[in-house]
């Protein structure tokens, strides 16, 4: 075989590992998802994220909040922390730890309220308080919850961690 096959056979090869999401990850578009075992407080979701070389989720359409919703009603999670806040400016929602402002919502509607002026951290709410809507919600950080990492794949130049 030709030294420029070979080339091309590797380069194949680093581009289908390097698509390939860790075991117990879903690939959806150009990221991986998984949702957290255990409920955490929104910081400590975060550690276990970036353990993982990635961070909560940030969402950036409908389709990938389906996406995320999808993931909830097969696993029987209600609830899940996404990686958005306003804890650096009340009412200016940021996904972090990059600050990247946040573009598309689905608030609930009354949401987010900072309800008790303690509601800081975001989060997908598919419990019957809310209807099972899975909408949008502003919470304590401190309460436990489920949580759902995602990690870009670093052939787009996304990579996360």
């Known amino acids: ?12 090869f680093a581009v289908t590992v390097a ?4 075991y117990g990850w879903i690939k959806h578009g150009p990221a991986c998802y998984h949702l957290g ?4 407080s929104w910081f400590d979701g975060m550690k276990m994220c970036q353990i993982h070389g990635s961070v909560l989720a ?13 993931l909830m009603r097969n ?3 209600s609830i899940v922390w996404l990686g958005g806040s306003d804890w650096n400016v009340e009412g200016s929602f940021v ?15 009354g949401e987010p309220n900072d309800y008790k002026n303690s509601e800081d951290c975001l989060l997908i709410d598919g419990s019957s308080h809310k209807n099972s809507t ?12 489920f949580y759902v990492c995602k990690q870009m794949d670093d052939i ?4 996360i961690g």
């Open 1 to 12: 075989m030709s030294q420029q096959c070979l080339q091309i056979l590797g380069l194949c």
């Open 134 to 145: 899975f909408t949008w919600d502003d919470r304590n950080c401190q309460d436990s919850h």
């Open 156 to 159: 787009t130049g996304n990579l």
């Open 37 to 40: 075992p255990e409920e955490e």
């Open 75 to 77: 696993t029987h999670k």
């Open 19 to 22: 698509w390939c999401c860790p």
């Open 58 to 70: 940030s969402v950036e359409n409908q389709e990938e909040h389906n996406f995320i919703v999808s």
């Open 95 to 109: 996904w972090e730890p990059y600050g990247d402002q946040i573009t598309y919502t689905n608030f609930s509607p």
